[in-house]
Nanobody
Framework: QLEFVQSGGGLVQPGGSLTLSCTGS????????VGWLRQAPGKEREKVSCISSVDGSTNYMNFAEGRFTISRDRTKNTLYLQMTSLKPEDTAVYYC?????WGNGTLVTVSS
């Protein structure tokens, strides 16, 4: 059973920044493809970004490219999503995942 502790969500004004964290417990992120997804109110869950388990390469959806950065700290077994230039349409619950397991999500609200 993979367990995650997510943190870092909250309310931010348009144009602001937030960093989400996801710490894994009982497993090592290095052995999984890991990433972030989000689900906006009334919408399907969508991929945001991921890190390949094969070569560590990163991938971003178009809306995240240039604004979001995914990274991991192996010493802390923690995955991060740095988000900048946030827009109201980025409002969503953000989930980290490893393999086929998911965190509980953290709410990000972008509003003035």
């Amino acid at each position: 059973q993979l367990e995650f502790v997510q943190s870092g969500g909250g309310l931010v004004q348009p144009g602001g920044s937030l960093t989400l964290s996801c710490t894994g417990s009982g497993f090592n992120f290095d052995y999984f493809a890991v990433g972030w997804l989000r689900q906006a109110p009334g919408k399907e869950r969508e991929k945001v970004s991921c890190i390949s388990s094969v070569d560590g390469s990163t991938n971003y959806m178009n809306f995240a490219e240039g604004r979001f950065t995914i990274s991991r700290d192996r010493t802390k077994n923690t995955l991060y999503l740095q988000m900048t230039s946030l827009k109201p349409e980025d409002t969503a619950v953000y989930y980290c995942n490893a393999g086929t397991s998911w965190g509980n999500g953290t709410l990000v609200t972008v509003s003035s």
